[in-house]
């Protein structure tokens, strides 16, 4: 059985940071691809970061280069997503997210975690 857990969400204010968390379990880690997608109320689902295999690459959504960094401990089967200079508009729900190729903005990886909910006050 496949899992991925998120942990690491929470209340913060504007200008913090927060380090995510996505503990994978029941697939092979080091060949899968990760991901993070984030929700927020009332609008769709969009892609944040994706990391490939190796960790040897990333990719990012334009509006959040600089500020948020995926990287991954294969030893650990673990994805992490930090998050620099919060901003209200983070608000969301994060999901992580993983798939045996490589994750593009606007493709669905068939396997994803429950959530975690972040909350940005001003």
């Known amino acids: 059985q496949v899992r991925l857990v998120e942990s690491g969400g929470g209340l913060v204010q504007a200008g913090d940071s927060l380090r995510l968390s996505c503990a994978v379990s029941g697939l092979t880690f080091r060949t899968y691809a990760m991901g993070w997608f984030r929700q927020a109320p009332g609008k769709e689902r969009e892609f944040v970061a994706a990391?490939?295999?190796?960790?040897?690459?990333?990719y990012y959504a334009d509006s959040l280069k600089g500020r948020f960094t995926i990287s991954r401990d294969n030893a650990k089967s673990t994805v992490y997503l930090r998050m620099n200079s919060l901003k209200p508009e983070d608000t969301a729900v994060y999901y992580c997210?993983?798939?045996?190729?490589?994750?593009?903005?606007?493709?669905?990886?068939?396997?994803w975690g429950q959530g975690t909910q972040v909350t940005v006050s001003s």
């Open positions: 990391i490939t295999w190796s960790g040897g690459r990333t």
């Open positions: 997210a993983a798939d045996p190729n490589p994750i593009r903005q606007g493709e669905t990886p068939p396997y």
